[in-house]
């Protein structure tokens, strides 16, 4: 397998100028004849009197006939490489006609033209365009393109594709077809096709500017009724769009079609989303809270990619960044609109501070936009995401709203229907604001997570308070030092009465500093007595924070900050040293200012209840993972319980009253109140369960029982499970009872594998192994293998038992699925490439894991460049 690298980025030889595609759709084949009008690259230079040979793209495809300029061409005229078509070329511009076969119904790596539950579906980004006919498979060349699609029609009656319908009529032998048409210039990653029998809701939106639009999601019929949250949330996000960014929708159409089979969340494709059904279908009965929120981020953050992605779309894919960092944060802002601004925040950090740290802190970290990859299906990672979207949130914070905001108009102005880069979109940022961003590139260029460390000093006599932020950054693979960061930190002071403090002569009792050197000093004058600092405000950047609190200090700052954040993170800074002293001394009790300090919280009738609920979650498994200098899994699961069972029982009046009061029935609402509710109420629970009573559990069984919602019993079910005190047929009965109920849907069917697989007490590895072989398991469903086996990776306690059985297993579903659906089987190995962190008998087994898999021949890109670059 080859690198591909950054810096040898060349523009093409050629442009497609139109495309047009006809798909006859077959049972066993697919015939798709293109016709591209092609045009040579004017601004290159090239030998003179000589025109390149045209270089296409193209994967598993059987070329039926090749015609340029309406000739034949002769064996001689063109050459079949790996992976290329070389098409000699005689004129300047010319038509290329390509006719190739393709077989949906084989293609099991779900990308390309494929089938799924009997439907024709497609996923091109980022290259899977090439698995349906030779093209110039890269996002900067742009072309409007003409689908038509024909097939049965008793067995395919909707046939959709990109843009608005244009034609349809009738074939022989009961065929039919329906002609789109983009008007849009779009790379080849955002066409789609779909043809199936399937059902639609319809509604309407009126743009800005009075265009009429019409909006319709698609699915098979007997989900039909679940479409509702996914439209009520695509117009919400329609009008947020205008408001916020001023940018408004472009066709008469817009589609979203749920299908079972697909290897991520969801896809953009020009006026033709394709969603993960998991991220669209939802019912009171079958969704819990959480679902309901991720549907309405993810079809709002497909919605906005069409501005953000599809309007302007990225240069190459070094720039994935560009489009995805930046609409993570867009839907960020709109869910923080939408529901509670402080937990989005606080939810977005915390996956951020797990798993995109240990990204960054592991063997395939690297920027934001990264300078080589083997195969780009890789890089579709938190860091790209993630921290992308804390990048561009950083811009935001520096420039304020309002510049930030004549930044994205610049942008979008500027680059509208072109193919654009990281670079254009920060110089757009700083051409509309006047503010110098020359440091502040180096997020971009460089990876790892920066370490702050902050000390600070009082001098009782002057009232000067100096605090110090020093800066460095670990090496990460290819970098081994780094320049400093231009990091905005947000702060406060607190007083001993935990007031505000003025920062500065104008009063301000909160500042952002700009830190750009590896080591500043701030003073802060007149402090009449020594303040203590809340650093970080709002989670301002993508940093670890290091300063000596004392226990007394987060304790203060849980009850007097006024950042939701900071007085969260206070919380989780407890929790954490509360359980690392367990790690290390597993026999020593419970840190008993942490059982009071929960215990404040819990009593505090005036806090918001969301940040309540959060902030009453212990630190996961995972984040003391992360934190842990030496990963010792089975002593993070003991110390972690032991915590909760010890706030559990110290608390558990005060619990079961807080329950009670929040345990009311009423009709099944998925807004920001109710969900606080919902949700504090079930921490509640998770709590009571881990008391050592039947009455306890007894309590959960009920709220199983009783339930009117998904959110309530799912929760019930895995307290159940959970559970301090053991009833093994109660777990059973329920488990049976949930099969029973949801075992025609199949998202519901995803969870209930995952609930056993990464459940420390069910979840053995040959639990894992049985339930491959249950009938509602399909082992070509990405959703059913993320469920089971990641389900199974995120299991501290039987993953890493001892003897690596976990890893064994894991090492053979990697190379199973590896011919399969590499995609998949790169995604879920993840875990072992945590080697390094474990202690050395585990640390061996893993990397023995990994050894065995490299080993294999013929791995996919997908698999080669993640088992190499970890050993
Ligand atoms: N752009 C797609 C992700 C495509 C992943 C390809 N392996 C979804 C999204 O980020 O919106
Ligand atoms: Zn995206």
Not at 704 to 733: F, K, P, Q
């Amino acid at each position: 397998p080859r690198t591909i690298y950054l810096k040898d980025y060349q523009a093409p030889d050629y442009w497609i100028d139109t495309t047009h595609l006809t798909f006859d759709l077959h049972e066993d084949y697919a015939l798709v004849t293109s016709v591209l009008q092609m045009r040579l690259n004017g601004e290159k230079e090239f030998e003179s009197g000589t025109l390149p040979a045209l270089t296409l793209h193209g994967e598993e495809l059987d070329l039926v006939s090749l015609h340029r300029d309406g000739e034949e061409l002769e064996g001689d005229q063109y050459q079949l490489a790996k992976g290329t078509l070389i098409v000699s070329v005689k004129q300047p511009t010319f038509e290329l006609q390509v006719v190739t076969r393709i077989r949906p119904q084989e293609n099991t790596s779900l990308e390309g033209l494929y089938k799924s539950n009997g439907m024709f579906c497609t996923q091109c980004e980022a290259e899977g365009f090439r698995k349906i006919t030779y093209y110039l498979d890269r996002p900067d060349v742009m072309s409007v393109f003409t689908t038509k699609v024909i097939a049965s029609q008793a067995r395919y009656p909707v046939l959709l594709a990109n843009g608005n319908a244009i034609d349809k009529g009738e074939l022989e032998n009961d065929r039919h077809y329906v002609t789109w048409e983009d008007p849009f210039k779009k790379p080849s990653y955002l066409f789609a096709l779909v043809a199936g029998d399937l059902e639609c809701i319809e509604d309407r939106f009126t743009t800005m500017s009075g265009r009429d639009v019409t909006l319709k999601i698609f699915t098979e019929s007997h989900n039909i009724h679940k479409c509702d949250h996914a439209m009520v949330s695509l117009k919400k996000s329609m009008r947020w769009d205008e408001e916020v960014y001023g940018r408004e929708y472009d066709l008469d159409i817009f589609m979203i079609v749920a299908v079972d089979h697909f290897n991520m969340g969801a896809m953009e494709n020009k006026g033709l989303n394709i969603f993960n059904s998991s991220c669209v279908l939802a019912s009171p009965e079958t969704a819990t809270d959480a679902t309901y929120q991720r549907i309405e981020a993810i079809v709002a953050h497909e919605y906005f990619h069409n501005w953000s992605g599809n309007r302007v779309t990225c240069r190459d894919w070094f720039q994935l960044s560009l489009k995805e960092g930046f609409t993570v944060f867009r839907d960020a802002e709109f869910s923080a609109d939408m529901n509670s601004r402080g937990v989005k925040r606080i939810q977005d950090a915390s996956l951020l501070r797990t798993a995109q740290f240990a990204e960054d802190a592991g063997p395939m970290a690297h920027p934001i936009r990264p300078e080589s990859f083997i195969e780009i299906s890789n890089f579709y990672t938190l860091t790209v995401y993630e921290k992308g979207c804390e990048v561009v949130r950083m811009i935001h914070t520096i420039l304020g709203a309002g510049q930030f905001r004549k930044g994205t108009d610049l942008y979008f102005d500027r680059h509208d229907g072109e193919a654009a880069t990281c670079e254009d979109f920060v110089k757009a940022m700083e051409d509309a604001s006047g503010v110098d961003l020359t440091q502040f590139r180096h997020w971009y260029s460089q990876a790892g997570t920066p370490v702050m460390t902050v000390t600070d000093k009082y001098d009782a006599e002057s009232g000067d308070y100096h605090l110090t932020i020093a800066q460095s950054c670990p090496a990460t693979p290819g970098q081994e030092q780094k320049k400093p960061f231009h990091i905005p930190v947000g702060i406060a002071l607190l007083d001993e009465q935990g007031q505000l403090l003025p920062l500065n002569a104008a009063g301000d009792k909160e500042q952002v500093l700009s830190i750009k050197q590896s080591e500043e000093t701030f003073v802060v004058k007149g402090c009449k007595s020594k303040p203590l600092p809340s650093l970080l405000r709002n989670f301002s950047a993508p940093v670890r924070v290091r300063y000596d609190y004392s226990k007394d200090d987060l304790v203060f700052l849980m009850k007097h900050d006024t950042d939701s954040f900071n007085r969260w993170d206070a919380c989780q800074r407890l929790g954490v040293a509360a359980i690392e002293q367990l790690v290390e001394q597993p026999q020593q009790a419970v840190d008993p200012q942490l059982v009071d300090a929960f215990g404040a919280v819990i009593a505090d009738a005036a806090m918001d209840k969301a940040v309540k609920a959060e902030m009453l979650c212990l630190p996961s498994e995972a984040s003391l993972a992360e934190q842990a200098d030496v990963i010792q899994p089975l002593a993070i699961v003991a110390a972690r319980k032991k915590v909760k069972q010890a706030i559990a029982v110290a608390h558990k009046d005060a619990l079961q009253a807080l329950y009670n009061e929040l345990n009311h029935e009423r009709v099944y609402k998925p807004e920001a109140a109710d969900i606080a509710e919902r949700t504090l109420k079930n921490v509640c629970l998770g709590y009571l369960s881990a008391v050592n009573e039947a009455e306890c559990v007894q309590l959960a069984a009920k709220q199983y029982d009783d339930a009117s919602n998904m959110t309530d019993r799912r929760a019930a079910l895995g307290c159940v499970i959970d559970a301090h005190y053991r009833d093994e047929a109660l777990v059973e009965r329920l488990l049976t009872d949930f099969y029973d109920r949801y075992k025609g849907n199949s998202n519901v069917m995803d969870d209930w594998f995952a609930v056993q697989s990464s459940s420390a007490e069910l979840g053995t590895v040959e639990k894992v192994k049985a339930l491959m072989q249950h009938d509602s398991f399909d082992s070509t469903s990405p959703n059913k293998l993320r469920s089971l086996i990641g389900g199974f990776t995120r299991n501290m306690t039987h993953f890493h038992t001892a003897g690596g059985t976990g890893y064994e297993f894991l090492a053979d579903r990697v190379i199973e699925l590896d011919k399969q659906n590499p995609q998949v089987a790169s995604r879920i190995m993840t875990p072992l490439t945590r080697w390094k962190k474990f202690e050395p008998v585990t640390s061996g087994l893993m990397k023995n894991a990994l050894e065995r898999i490299k080993a294999v021949h013929n791995l996919s890109t997908d698999v080669y460049e993640v088992v190499n670059k970890s050993l």
